[in-house]
C-alpha cells in the first residue's frame, strides 16, 4: 500500500512539473528503466536512497510528502 502511495505522489508531482520519467531520471541520476519499472509495478520496492534522489529534484526535503 505505501508502494502505491508513493507510485501516485511521483506520478503526480511529475505531471504538475511537466516532467516525464525520463527527464526526473536524468535530474536524479537514476536509470529510466529503474524508475520505469517500480512506476509500472514490475519492480516492487524503491529503495530509500532513490526515494531521496527523486526527493531533491522536487525540492521535496522540507515538505512533507502528504
Known amino acids: 500500500m ?16 511537466h516532467l516525464s520519467v ?18 509500472n509495478i514490475e519492480e516492487r520496492y524503491m529503495t530509500l536512497t532513490t526515494l531521496i534522489r527523486i526527493i531533491k529534484v522536487f525540492d521535496l526535503n522540507s515538505m512533507a510528502l502528504s
Open 2 to 17: 505505501l508502494n502505491d502511495a508513493i507510485r501516485q505522489k511521483i506520478k503526480s508531482l511529475c505531471e504538475s512539473n
Open 22 to 39: 525520463y527527464e526526473l531520471a536524468k535530474r536524479s541520476g537514476i536509470k529510466r528503466n529503474s524508475i520505469s519499472n517500480f512506476m
